[in-house]
């Protein structure tokens, strides 16, 4: 199976892209992350969910987490505020790799061979030419590895 087959449709955001609706996104559809898209639509960085939620969590909390006991649901609920007025670009990490991006002719082996070099819970599936990166579709780490056991054909009961 190449990567083509293996590419769906998936939420993409842009640099400039509401922060707060990032994270709605990622909530309402249970995403591991997000595909980030520069100002020209190619495919720039991966947004993790994880990192939304250390945008949210208080640095002093991060430091020390016996604090987060003692902050009660009414100051939890704020949280989200830290959202508020941010794009998408801001909520990125200075050390932000550019996403994966498999050939549209790659293997599924050669897909989980790039996943898990980069530790990446998604992989961008895309064509490069002179006019630029043209995105096909993404294959997440969970649907790679349903397709990686599907393959096998076998489980294993004790």
């Known amino acids: 199976?190449?990567?083509?087959?293996?590419a769906v449709?998936?939420?993409?955001?842009?640099v400039n892209s509401d922060a707060m609706d990032a994270a709605r996104l990622m909530a309402d559809h249970k995403l591991p992350g997000l595909l980030v898209l520069d100002e020209h639509?190619?495919?720039?960085?991966?947004?993790?969910?994880?990192?939304?939620?250390?945008?949210?969590?208080p640095a002093y909390v991060v430091e020390d987490p016996t604090l987060?006991?003692?902050?009660?649901?009414k100051h939890a609920d704020r949280l989200c505020q830290a959202l508020?007025?941010?794009r998408v670009?801001?909520?990125?990490?200075?050390?932000?790799?550019?996403?994966?991006?498999?050939?549209?002719?790659?293997?599924?082996?050669?897909?989980?061979?790039?996943m898990a070099r980069v530790r990446s819970p998604l992989v961008a599936v895309a064509t490069k030419d002179k006019a630029g990166t043209h995105l096909?579709?993404?294959?997440?780490?969970?649907h790679l590895l349903h397709e990686l056991?599907?393959?096998?054909?076998?489980?294993?009961?004790?």
């Open 41 to 57: 639509g190619e495919p720039m960085a991966i947004l993790p969910a994880s990192q939304m939620i250390k945008i949210l969590v």
């Open 68 to 73: 987060a006991a003692v902050v009660d649901e």
């Open 136 to 142: 096909l579709g993404v294959i997440t780490a969970s």
């Open 84 to 86: 508020v007025g941010r």
């Open 89 to 114: 670009g801001d909520c990125l990490s200075s050390k932000a790799d550019p996403p994966p991006i498999a050939d549209p002719d790659d293997t599924a082996l050669e897909v989980a061979a790039l």
């Open 149 to 158: 056991l599907g393959a096998g054909g076998t489980s294993s009961s004790s």
């Open 9 to 14: 449709d998936y939420e993409t955001v842009s």
């Open 1 to 6: 199976m190449r990567a083509r087959d293996l």
